[in-house]
Structure formats: structure tokens, C-alpha cells
């Protein structure tokens, strides 16, 4: 239904100490599309309005 989607978040963050990041995002991603790990990937199967996200990283310390 839409284009493939591939995006790793770890390309545009990085924890000052080296920890390992967790992410999350402010809202559902389209059908068909997750987040495992620091990569968003997929195929929308629904057709789906251009949206913005905001992504969360957390270091697990604070």
C-alpha cells in the first residue's frame, strides 16, 4: 500500500557515556510498520496520512 520504510534512530543519537539507548515514539506507527529496537521498518498496509513523530531516547540512568 505505501512505500518500504527503514530508519535506524541510532544514526542521529548517541549516549555520552556509550549506555545502551531505549526508544520509543509519541504515537502508533502505521500498520504494518514497527519500531524493534532503534529501527523503524516496514510497509504501511493502510493507507496513511503524512505524520510526524517525536522519538524518545532513554540511557535507563535518568
Do not use: K, W
Not at 500498520?31 to 522519538?55: C, E, R
Amino acid at each position: 500500500m505505501g512505500d518500504p520504510v527503514h530508519l535506524d534512530l541510532n544514526d542521529y543519537v548517541t549516549d555520552p557515556e556509550g549506555d545502551a539507548l531505549t526508544f520509543s515514539l509519541d504515537r502508533p506507527l502505521p500498520d504494518g510498520v514497527t519500531l524493534n529496537g532503534s529501527v523503524i521498518s516496514g510497509t504501511p498496509t493502510t493507507a496513511t496520512a503524512s505524520t510526524s513523530y517525536a522519538a524518545t531516547a532513554d540511557d535507563g540512568t535518568g
